[in-house]
C-alpha cells in the first residue's frame, strides 16, 4: 500500500465534444475515502454525453476494482478487497436515505447543502497541475480513482470484474426499474420498448421477476433476438413508418386479448417516446419510461385512461448494499446473464473506437478493461 500521489491513465473529456487520454495525478485519500484500482469499466451513452459538460472530466459512471488504499476512519473495508463503484451514492442520515431511498439522498442531489459533498475531496485529480473533476463523482475510465467510502460496494470474489462493472448502471436500471419500481408480479405480463443495454437488463429483471409474457419491441431484428435470447417470450417488430409506436403498441394489446400489458418499459433512448409505454398498457397497468429521456414530449390526456401509473424511476431505486450484493449473487448463480451483455472489451488507448461502436449500436455494452486483476 502506497499512500502517495500516483500517476494514471485517464480519458479526460474537454467540454467541447472531444476527449483525450493522458496521465493524471491521483492524490492519496483522504478522511472517508478510498482509492481504488479500476480493472474494468462500462460504457453507455451518458460518457457520450459528458464530452460536453463543463470539462475537463475525468470520464466514466460505471466500474469495478480493488481497493488501493484507504483513508482516516474506513474500518468495513480493506486493502485488496474487490468493489463495485455506484454512483449514486448515499449519505446515510437524510430523510430520503432514512426512509431506504438511498437513490434519491439529498447530498448527492444538493438538496441540503448542510450534508456536505458525496465528491472526494477537491484537487484528489489533477491534470496537467490543475485540479479537475470526476464524471458523477466516480470518474472510472482511469486506472485510479479516489471516491468516498459510501460509493463502493464489496463483490464476490468469484465474480469476474470485467463482468461487474456493467451491474452499476443499465443492469441496476433495468433490474431495478422491474422488481422495485414497477412490483412485476410472478405470472404478470410486461412489454419493452427498446432492446438495448437497458432494455434486455428490464427483460433479464422479468424473467428474474417470474413475469408470463415478455413482449420485445424493437425496430433491428438482432434487438429481437438478443431479447429473446436474455428472456422475451414474444417479439413484435416495429415497422419504419411506426414512428410514434401505435402500430406496436395495437400488436400488443392483440397479444394480450385486446388489454395491454400489465406493465410497459420504455426504454428506447428516444425522448419523443417518452410517453409511448402509456399506450401498451392495460386499464389500471404501469407505463415506466427507463431511458432518462428529457425536453418535451407530447402525450394526449386520454393515454392515461383509465387508472394508470406513469413512473420514471431513478437507477431502478438502487440501494447498494441490498440490490448490488443480490445482482451478484444471481449473475454467479446463472440467473443473470452479464458476460452475454458485454459483447466487447477494450484497452483504454482504444476508447475512441469504443465510443464510436457505442454511437453505431454495435454492443449491447462495451467495457474497457485495464488489465491487472480481472
Ligand atoms: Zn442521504
Ligand atoms: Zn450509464
Known sequence: MSLATLPARAAIALGDGRFVVDTVEVAAPGPGEVRVRIAAAGLCHTDHQSLRWPGPLVMGHEGAGVIESLGEGIEHL??????????????????RCAAGEGHLCERTHGVDPEL????????????????IGRAFRLG??????????????????????????????????????????ARVQPGDSVAVLGCGGVGLSVIQGARLA?????VAVDRRAEGLERARAFGATDSVP???????????????????GGRGVDHAFEATGVDRLAFAPLRFVRHGGTALQVSGARGAASVDATEFWWDKRYLVPLYGGCQPERDLPQLARWALDGRLDLQGMVTRRYGLEALPQAMDDLLAGRNVKGVIGFGGVE
Not at 164 to 169: D, E, K, N
Not at 210 to 214: D, F, L, T
Not at 241 to 254: G, P
Open 116 to 131: 456536505g459533498s458525496s465528491d472526494a475531496a477537491a484537487g484528489s485529480t489533477r491534470w496537467r497541475g490543475h485540479p
Open 238 to 256: 416495429v415497422q419504419d413508418d411506426d414512428v410514434d409506436l401505435r402500430q406496436a403498441a395495437a400488436a400488443v394489446r392483440q397479444l394480450t
Open 78 to 95: 480493506a486493502v485488496g478487497e474487490r468493489v463495485l463503484l455506484n454512483w449514486a451514492i448515499p449519505c446515510g442520515r437524510c430523510p
Open 140 to 181: 472510472t475510465l482511469c486506472e485510479l480513482t479516489v471516491v468516498r467510502a459510501e460509493a463502493v460496494t464489496p463483490m464476490p470474489s468469484a465474480l469476474p470484474l470485467q463482468h461487474a462493472c456493467i451491474l452499476g448502471c443499465g443492469v441496476m436500471t433495468g433490474v431495478g426499474s422491474v422488481i422495485h419500481s
Open 210 to 214: 417470474g413475469a408470463g409474457r415478455i
